[in-house]
Structures are given as C-alpha cells and as structure tokens.
C-alpha cells in the first residue's frame, strides 16, 4: 500500500513593478502540488544464517531512504539529501520506531508460527539439517 504525500514547493515568479531603471522588484510564490509515495517494507526472517531476524527499508518514490536490521539495531540513511536533517533527533526516533515494527511483526506472526504445518493434508516443507526456514514480508 502506498500513502501519497501532499509537498507545497514555491517557485518565485519576478513580477516587475515599477520602470526598469528601478530596483524596486518583487517575488510572488506560486504554489503547486507535488505527489511522493511512501513505502516501508518490513521483512522478518527466522532460521536463516548471517541474515537479521527483521529488515525494514522505506522507500520515497521507489528510491531508498532508510534502512534498519535487527544485527545493526539502527536506523541509517540511504540518500546523501536525508543524511543532515534540521532536527537531531530525528534518526533517533526511526530507530525507536522500527524496533516497535519489529515487536509488532512479531507479534503479528507468533500465532502463524505456533500453528505451523499442523493442518490435515498439508506436508511440511523441506529443511536442512537441524534447519527451520520461516520467512514473511509485509509493505505497509
């Protein structure tokens, strides 16, 4: 699902007023709409080696801009332009509120995973040696 943002950008317009020997030039903003599409993809993953329990990636029309895994445990810019931000804080409470994804991507799967493959006429899928493969994506 993607949520659609609504931007305001100014162009100036030089409307002159007064003779052109003056100085006297004024700015007018025209205001247009501008459409973005936000996209956080959340990925959960169990039992798979060297790859994090959970993966968030958000994207701004369809570039990325962030990125958190469970190994790193921080949220980190992906654009030169997202790197320097007017408030300090701001990475900060990415970071917080992908943990919060986590815990609820977790939550959300729990039951799924309880139930697991214990449904008549259903075989279980092949594994590895001692290995259980679970892996589940959502885009909100």
């Known amino acids: 699902m993607i ?3 609504l931007c305001h950008t100014i162009a100036p317009a030089r409307l002159l007023l007064a003779p052109p020997q ?3 030039i004024m700015y007018a903003g ?3 709409t501008v459409t973005h ?3 956080y993809l959340h990925t959960a993953a169990s039992g798979i ?3 994090p329990e959970f993966v968030t990636v958000v994207q701004v029309d369809g570039q990325p801009f962030s990125y958190y ?3 790193i445990r921080r949220e980190l810019p992906r654009q030169t332009w997202t790197v320097q931000t007017e408030d300090p804080n701001f990475w900060e ?3 917080k509120s992908s943990i919060v994804d986590k815990q609820v991507f977790k939550t959300i799967r729990r039951p799924k995973q ?3 493959w214990k449904n008549p006429g259903r075989s279980r899928p092949p594994r590895g040696p001692g290995q259980q493969l679970e892996m589940a994506s959502m885009a909100l």
């Open 49 to 51: 080696p060297a790859f």
């Open 22 to 24: 003056s100085s006297l």
């Open 30 to 32: 025209i205001w247009a």
């Open 69 to 71: 895994d469970s190994s």
């Open 37 to 39: 599409s936000l996209r």
């Open 3 to 5: 949520t659609r943002l």
């Open 114 to 116: 309880e139930d697991g």
């Open 93 to 95: 409470r990415r970071t």
